[in-house]
């Protein structure tokens, strides 16, 4: 059984930064999706297994970045110039099978608890 916990969450105004971290991770596809009030679950950035390959959903291409620490089993997302329509639940996610902006949320093997991110100012 994988247990991811994230951190990192909080309050921040628009055009600031955050950084989510998720401790867990192993040597499997990691990724974030988010849910914002009222809205599904959707994709927000994957990392692959050796960290070569990133997947980013468009909304939040150039301003989020995924990596992680292997060593440590660690996995993060800093996020950059966050606008109100970032606000949501962030969910540290993991699977055997690769995570990108078509995987459904039926797809992956693990989720964690949930960080709250909201920008407003």
């Known amino acids: 059984q994988v247990k991811l916990i994230e951190s990192g969450g909080g309050l921040v105004q628009p055009g600031g930064s955050l950084r989510l971290s998720c401790a867990g991770a192993g040597r499997t596809f990691m990724g974030w999706f988010r849910q914002a009030p009222g809205k599904e679950r959707a994709f927000v950035a994957s990392i692959s297994p050796g960290g070569t390959l990133t997947y980013y959903a468009d909304s939040v291409k150039g301003r989020f970045t995924v990596s992680r620490d292997s060593a440590k089993n660690t996995m993060a997302l800093q996020m950059n110039s966050l606008k109100p329509e970032d606000t949501a639940i962030y969910y540290c996610?993991?699977?055997?099978?690769?995570?990108?902006?078509?995987?459904?949320?039926?797809?992956?093997?693990?989720w964690g608890q949930g960080t709250q991110v909201t920008v407003s100012s």
């Open positions: 996610v993991s699977s055997t099978n690769l995570i990108g902006p078509t995987t459904p949320t039926t797809q992956i093997d693990y």
